[in-house]
């Protein structure tokens, strides 16, 4: 029985051999749509910045890679019961999310805008001026985090799932100013008539990593080894140049 | 605070203070909006039973298209029609009452009442159809009007046959508000969304409200069954 069993996990781990020495298959998943980082074009087909930096990082690493679709909400979840390998959806690291995964080192960083209807002239950092006016937010992101821990007992912070709903309230003056992920507001907000940026743009927390299952350390390793590559060479920067005026690279 | 309570809060990272505070508050929403769609939905809704069950198709008709419309269609739209609607109607903003539907709460409100009012007219219309043609003639032989005979025959009679399909009523409406948090209103779900995608552990943020909602449920059957066994006591067996 023992032999058995020797031998039956020798034949394993020869398997498990062979089968790295061959092209590895990764799934990724991304939230759609969030332009411009990935989101759906006119044939159906998933691109964006996100989706072209994994296909280019994919190459870098001789991956076989499988793109994924998966609700913001179930990411963490879907990650850790194998549904997919990598998270590249504009995930911030964060010591909360730390906790559940693990990151590679930042690929990019946005930083968050204050956007509001014309008419509004208040300055946004001015608590006393802020006091009693209702900010929405989406739920869960680094802008929550800091307009819940900066500006929590001072205005009224209401949290939205969805960037579209939030703009719809936006619209139908329920809430003063919005302070959402620039390139989203500037794509939802800023395309409406009527609305502008206020105040400045805030650099918020440590950027965006991919995420991937704590136990996978060695595929983080490779994906840092592939980002490193891609931000020297230039690959990066062609890519970032396509979708944005202005430099996130982190 | 009593110590083992206080050590459990230690030894967690998501039970601090302050999560408890939002799943309190959120409570305190939950019933508020509960209980009041409740029991405005219950004083709309006996009129409208009455009108209901009137022979006459004016009468009946509106109330009939209304309880139709309102069981016909998901709560979920109705609360996205009420909420994001009315902000869409040019020139709301400048009445007074955007003060009332501005926030999240009264829209919800709304929503919950017209639905909750629209399944209890059916079920108490039925209640009072079902009336054993006895009573009701009894009554007339004593020279009862049509209103002293709905208050003293009809409806303590139907409201013994509808208690039992109206409790059900009363625990799908609170489990019907989960949804209040779609419109960002901070309910018990509500808050349970919010602790989720702060900390990333559904099932200790879920699985705790899931709790406190069967804890409230608990309540509920409680009290309905007492409420039964007042208004059904003459239905009892006298003990020897």
Known sequence: MRKLIVAASVALAMMAGVAHAQERNLRIAFDVPYEPFEYK????????????????????????????????????????????????????????????????EPYYNTPGGWFAPEDFNTDVTDMEAMEGMT????????????????????VSIKRYTTADDMVLDLEGQRLDVVFVDYPVGEQTVLSKEGFKEVGEPVKLGQGVGVAMRKRDKELAEEVNDALATLKENGTYDTIMEKYFAYDVKM | MPDFIAELL??????????????????VTTVQLVFLSLVLGLVIAIPLAIMRTSKNPLINGPVWFYTYLFRGTPLLIQLYIIYYGLAQIEG????????????????????FTLNTAAYTTEIIRGAIVATPS???????????????????????????????????????????SA????????????????????FYAPFDAFIFVALVYMALTFILVFAFRKLENYLLQHQRPVSG
């Open chain 1, 41 to 104: 074009d006119e044939n159906g087909d998933l691109t964006g910045f996100e989706v072209e930096l994994a296909e280019a990082m994919c190459e870098e690493m001789n991956a076989n890679c499988e793109f994924v679709i998966q609700a913001w909400d179930g990411m963490i979840p879907g990650l850790l019961a194998r549904k997919f390998d990598l998270i590249m959806s504009s995930m911030s690291i964060t010591p909360e999310r730390a906790e559940q995964v693990l990151f590679s």
């Open chain 2, 179 to 198: 949804i209040a948090s779609v419109v960002t209103l901070v309910d018990l779900t509500g808050a349970a969304r919010n602790i989720y995608s702060r």
């Open chain 2, 92 to 111: 709301i903003q400048q009445t007074f009452w955007w003060e009332i539907f501005r926030g999240a709460f009264y829209p919800a409100l709304l929503a």
């Open chain 2, 10 to 27: 230690n030894r967690n990272d998501i039970f601090t203070a302050s999560t408890i505070m939002e799943y309190w508050g959120g409570l």
């Open chain 2, 134 to 176: 006895g009573e009701i003639e009894a009554a007339k032989a004593y020279g009862m009007s049509w209103a002293l005979r709905m208050r003293r025959i009809i409806l303590p009679s139907a409201a013994r046959r509808g208690v039992q399909a109206y409790s059900n009523e009363v625990i799908f409406m609170l489990h019907a």
């Open chain 1, 135 to 154: 900010v929405g937010v989406q739920r869960g992101t680094t802008m929550d985090t800091f307009v819940t821990e900066e500006m929590g007992g001072v």
